[in-house]
């Protein structure tokens, strides 16, 4: 396999990485946090190279990979793009969830570009709404083409905290959190949709938090740290356990969500 120059520091943090063929693209949300707003979530790549600490998808086994092994293995289903033109039919008028187990701009898309042929054959189909969610950079690549979806794609930005140390910690291998708001900014400037998502919310400080993205979308998702039996860094749930102690975290996220709503009566 031949990779860009520009991905070799990164490729070389992932040990395994395997061409695979895809049984189908479009999985149906009949239960789970997506069901109910989404009928299907995509994902061209399995496995995720940000490798997030919080991450909730090794809870899910998948046989091949264990938990520990999160962050050091990509699968590229080569043939998404034809499977979504097969499955066609499901697209129309349908909720797609895009990323849901995966960054779908972590930068093996530098050298597949399935993001992009996806959302090229989803554009032929008229959905009814897309989700896109990543925390790259990358997505500004595709801003003409993300507009031609028009109101019915959003691009949902992860912002977990505004301090680039704490990121580091727990998001070791995501684009910088100044990066993350240069996209906001960007994707904001072209007319297109965003939310910030903030879960889990890390430590931060509350107000820069809001003060910082707050020009730049109207939406937030925020949630509280989840699953830590699976979190692969618990010495860091240890060293923040006092901000993630759930009386005070619960506050925090309270406040965040009346600085961005006002207060909820
Ligand atoms: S970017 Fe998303 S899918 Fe990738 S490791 Fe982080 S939380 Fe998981």
């Not at 080569?78 to 499955?87: D, F, H, R, S, V």
């Not at 990358?138 to 990121?167: M, P, Q, R, Y």
Request: charged content about 20%.
């Amino acid at each position: 396999m031949t990779f860009p120059l520009g991905l070799i520091p990164y490729i070389r943090m992932v040990k395994n990485i395997s061409e695979i063929t895809a049984a189908s693209m479009l999985v149906p949300q009949k239960s789970g946090s997506l069901a109910g707003a989404y009928d299907f979530s995509l994902n061209p790549y399995a496995g995720c190279a940000f490798s997030c600490s919080y991450c909730y998808v090794p809870k899910f086994p998948n046989g091949k990979h264990s938990p520990n092994e999160w962050g050091q293995w990509i699968e590229i289903k080569t043939n998404a793009p034809q499977l979504i033109q097969k499955e066609r039919l499901k697209v129309f008028g349908s909720r797609i969830f895009f990323g849901s187990a995966t960054d779908p701009y972590q930068y093996i898309e530098l050298k597949y570009r399935l993001t992009r042929r996806c959302l090229e054959q989803l554009l032929k189909y008229q959905p009814k709404k897309i989700t896109l969610h990543t925390r790259s950079h990358l997505v500004l690549e595709d801003t003409e083409l993300i507009k031609s979806f028009g109101a019915s794609l959003s691009v949902g930005i992860s912002i977990t905290t505004d301090n680039e140390k704490i990121a580091r910690k727990f998001e070791p291998s995501a684009p910088s959190i100044a990066r993350r708001l240069e996209l906001l900014q960007q994707l904001h400037k072209n007319g297109i949709r965003t939310h910030v998502s903030m879960a889990p919310l890390l430590p931060c400080n509350p107000d820069r938090l809001v003060k910082l993205i707050s020009p730049f979308t109207k939406k937030i998702w925020i949630g509280q740290m989840n699953y830590p039996e699976i979190n692969n860094r618990p010495h860091l749930l240890q060293k923040y356990s006092e901000f993630f102690a759930s009386k005070n975290y619960q506050a925090i996220i309270g406040a965040i969500q009346n600085k961005m709503y006002g207060p909820q009566l």
